[in-house]
C-alpha cells in the first residue's frame, strides 16, 4: 500500500515536471514568434506606405484623365466609360466630326483634327494622281518616238567617235612634245636648285646674323641714349669746379680740383662767366690738365677772345666728366710693361685700382672678363696676338674691338694710359710684380698697403 503510494506521488511529480517543461518550450516559442513578428512589422509599414503612395499616384493619374475627357473626378469610371463610348459613337460619322457641340472634352477635339489631317491626305493624293496620269500620257508619247531618237543619237555618236579619235591621235603627239619639254623644264629647275641651295642657306645664316647684330646695335643705342641723357643733364649752373686764379702772361689757370677728386691729366674743361646759369651762355674759353695734386690742378688756358678774359671765380664745366667720377677703361692684346714679350694685364690692373680707376672689361686670351658698356671711357690696344699661330685669340681680339667701336669709345696705347696713370714704371726695366698673378673679380691683387684698392673691384661689376 506504501509502495503504491509512492508510485503515485513519483508519477505525478514525473506528470508535473514534463507539463511544466511543455508549458516553457511552449512560451519560449509563442515568444520568439512575437519577436520575428515584431521584427517584421516595420518593413511591413514600409512596403504598405509606398502601396499606398503608388495607389495614390494612379488615381491622380485617373482624376487627371477624368479632367481631359471633360467629367468631373468624382464621377464613377464605369459612367466616364460609358459617356466616352456615345461620344465616340457620336462623331465618328465625317459630317458630324466637325460640328462640336462640347468643346471641354478634349478628345473629341483630337478626333476632329484627325479628321480634317485625313480630308486633306485625300486631295492631296487626288493631285497626285491627276499628275501621275499626265505623266502617263507624257512617256508613252516618248516611247514612241524613241527609236527615231535613238538611231539619230547613234549617227550623231559615231561622227563625234571620229572626231574625236583624229582629236586623240593630235592631242597624243602634243603630249609627247609637251613631256620632253616638261622633263627638259624639270632638269633645269632641278640644276638651279642645287646651285642656289648653297647660296640659300648662306643668305639665310647672313640675315641670321644681321637680325643678332641689329638687336644688338638696339641695345647699344639705348645705352648711348641713356648715357647722352645723363651728360645732357648736367648744368653750368651747377659747375664741376672753379678757377682760384689764372696769369695771363703763361696762360696757366690754378682750379679746385685734384686726384682727390679723380681728377687725371689731360681732362678738358669748358670756361664760363662766373654769373652764367645755362648751357646756352657763350663759353670764354676751355682748360687741360697737365699737373694733378690732390685738391688743386693746373692747366693750360686758351681765351677766345681778349675782351672777354679768363677772370678769378669763373666756372669750369664738362659733360664727360663730374668729380669724383671713375675713368672707366677696357683692356686688350699683350700689355708688356717688362719688355719680356709676356702680357702684364695683372699689373696694370693693379695700376688703374690704385689710381682709383675701374677696368669694365678685359680680354685675357679668349675669355672675356666684364663687359664693355657705354659708360667705358677708354680702349687700351696691346699688342695683337698673331692670326696664324693662334687664330681663336686672334678672332677674340678681333671682336673685342669691334665691340669698343660700336660704343664709339676712343683707342689709347699702353703707353699712353701709364701716362694718364702718372705711372713712370713703364721703362722695360726688372720691376716687382704684384703678388698675384691672376686677375678676379672683387678681390685685391696686391696683399700689402703698397697697392691697396681704393675701389674694392678690378672689373666694374655688372
Not at 699737373?291 to 686758351?302: E, S
Request: proline share 3%.
Amino acid at each position: 500500500m506504501k509502495l503504491r503510494k509512492q508510485a503515485v506521488t513519483i508519477g505525478f511529480i514525473i506528470f508535473f515536471v514534463l507539463a511544466s517543461i511543455g508549458m516553457g518550450v511552449g512560451i519560449y516559442l509563442i515568444y520568439q514568434q512575437w519577436d520575428e513578428n515584431n521584427a517584421k512589422i516595420p518593413d511591413a509599414v514600409k512596403k504598405l506606405t509606398a502601396k499606398e503612395a503608388e495607389i495614390a499616384g494612379v488615381q491622380k493619374d485617373i482624376n487627371t484623365l477624368k479632367t481631359l475627357v471633360g467629367c468631373p473626378e468624382s464621377m464613377r469610371r464605369d459612367y466616364v466609360f460609358d459617356i466616352i463610348d456615345k461620344d465616340m459613337e457620336k462623331y465618328s460619322s465625317p459630317t458630324l466630326g466637325l460640328e462640336l457641340e462640347d468643346a471641354d472634352k478634349v478628345y473629341a477635339k483630337i478626333i476632329a483634327k484627325m479628321f480634317s489631317k485625313i480630308q486633306e491626305q485625300k486631295t492631296t493624293l487626288a493631285q497626285r494622281q491627276a499628275e501621275l496620269e499626265k505623266l502617263k500620257v507624257v512617256n508613252l508619247s516618248r516611247e514612241k518616238n524613241k527609236d527615231k531618237e535613238l538611231v539619230s543619237l547613234i549617227e550623231s555618236s559615231k561622227k563625234d567617235q571620229q572626231t574625236l579619235l583624229a582629236a586623240i591621235n593630235n592631242s597624243s603627239a602634243q603630249r609627247d612634245s609637251i613631256n620632253k619639254a616638261k622633263e627638259k623644264i624639270y632638269a633645269e629647275l632641278d640644276k638651279i636648285f642645287k646651285d642656289n641651295e648653297d647660296q640659300f642657306v648662306e643668305a639665310h645664316n647672313k640675315i641670321a646674323k644681321a637680325n643678332d647684330s641689329i638687336k644688338e646695335l638696339n641695345v647699344i643705342r639705348e645705352d648711348l641714349q641713356r648715357v647722352a641723357n645723363a651728360k645732357k643733364s648736367k648744368s653750368v649752373n651747377r659747375p664741376d669746379g672753379l678757377i682760384l686764379s689764372y696769369n695771363p702772361m703763361t696762360k696757366v689757370a690754378v682750379i679746385n680740383l685734384g686726384s682727390g677728386n679723380n681728377l687725371r691729366n689731360q681732362q678738358t674743361f669748358s670756361i664760363y662767366p662766373a654769373n652764367s646759369t645755362t648751357n646756352t651762355t657763350k663759353p670764354k674759353g676751355t682748360l687741360q690738365v697737365f699737373q694733378v695734386n690732390y685738391n688743386q690742378a693746373l692747366c693750360y688756358a686758351n681765351e677766345f677772345s681778349a675782351s672777354d678774359p679768363i677772370t678769378m671765380g669763373d666756372k669750369i664745366f664738362t659733360k664727360g666728366w663730374t668729380p669724383g667720377d671713375h675713368v672707366r677703361y677696357a683692356l686688350c692684346g699683350t700689355l708688356d710693361l717688362t719688355g719680356d714679350g709676356k702680357n702684364d694685364v695683372d699689373r696694370v690692373l693693379t695700376y688703374i685700382q690704385q689710381h682709383g680707376d675701374v677696368c669694365d672689361a678685359y680680354l685675357d686670351g679668349t675669355t672675356v672678363h666684364g663687359k664693355i658698356v657705354a659708360e667705358t671711357q677708354f680702349y687700351v690696344v696691346g699688342t695683337p696676338p698673331e692670326a696664324e699661330k693662334n687664330p681663336a685669340e686672334a678672332a677674340a681680339f678681333k671682336n673685342f674691338v669691334s665691340q669698343a667701336k660700336r660704343y664709339s669709345i676712343p683707342e689709347i696705347t699702353l703707353q699712353n694710359l701709364m701716362s694718364r696713370l702718372e705711372t713712370k714704371e713703364l721703362t722695360h726695366a726688372n720691376s716687382a710684380e704684384p703678388q698675384n698673378s691672376q686677375p678676379s673679380y672683387g678681390v685685391s691683387r696686391s696683399k700689402d698697403n703698397t697697392f691697396r684698392s681704393r675701389t674694392g673691384n678690378r672689373v666694374m661689376p655688372r
